[in-house]
């Protein structure tokens, strides 16, 4: 799985805020310069600031803290949108999902807005740190 990494979730929040200042970036996430100055020092992800910064602003947090998912919040106007996606996930990754796995990627996309490759990266990402294998579809 890629590491986290403080300097690229600052960046992102500086995208989203359109300034890289750390004036700023730490006044966004609710803190001070000093800090902010810290949590790089110990290499320190605030999660909690994080998260609030994201759901205040309407972003993904899996955008902010990985980057490379969808970053708006405004993907799908329906689960039923969400749910073409889930099913093209497991067509494409070639694997075979439980009517209750299904649900969960389901509200899971929906919720989180993840677009077709944020939920691709997901799903193995999920998998991966489960340390189980893709329940890889078979012939009948």
Not at 11 to 35: F, H, M, P, Q
Not at 88 to 109: C, G, M, P, R
Not at 126 to 134: D, M, T, V
Request: hydrophobic share 40%; net charge negative; glycine share 4%.
């Amino acid at each position: 799985m890629d590491n986290v990494n403080l300097d690229d979730i600052l960046t992102r929040v500086g995208e989203v805020i359109g300034s890289d200042k750390d004036t700023d970036i730490a006044k966004a996430l609710n803190s001070g310069r000093s800090t902010l100055s810290t949590w790089r020092k110990r290499e320190h992800i605030p999660y909690k600031n994080i998260i609030s910064f994201c759901l205040a602003k309407g972003v993904a947090i899996e955008w902010v803290l990985m980057g490379g998912v969808r970053k708006c919040n405004n993907l799908y106007d329906s689960p039923h949108e969400a749910l073409s996606v889930v099913l093209d996930v497991q067509s494409e990754l070639n694997l075979t999902f439980t009517a209750d796995q299904i649900k969960s990627l389901l509200a899971y996309a929906y919720s989180s807005q993840l677009d077709k490759e944020g939920l691709i990266s997901f799903v193995q990402h999920s998998f991966e740190i489960a340390n189980k294998p893709l329940p890889i579809a078979t012939s009948s």
